[in-house]
């Protein structure tokens, strides 16, 4: 089973609330860099990562995450 984010979805929420990855970040406690890393592509990175980002964007993780079998 592989995860992956929902960037379209993610980077539609920001724009609507007009957050950066770096506000993102520090609403969430996580590093700058984490939720880059995961809205590059280079995996999801700590498990912090999507608790950091729906919180910041009111989604939940059934939101953003992708289950591919």
């Known amino acids: 089973m ?3 984010l929902d960037k379209r979805k993610i980077y539609l929420a920001m724009a609507e609330k007009g957050l950066t990855a770096t506000e993102i970040a520090k ?3 996580v590093s700058q860099q984490a ?3 995961a809205l590059n592509g280079n ?3 700590r498990v912090k990562v999507v608790p950091a ?3 910041a964007l009111d ?8 289950i591919e079998d």
């Open 2 to 4: 592989k995860m992956r």
């Open 27 to 29: 609403q969430g406690g």
């Open 35 to 37: 939720i880059s890393n």
């Open 43 to 45: 995996g999801m990175g």
């Open 53 to 55: 980002i729906c919180k």
């Open 59 to 66: 989604l939940s993780a059934k939101d953003i995450v992708i």
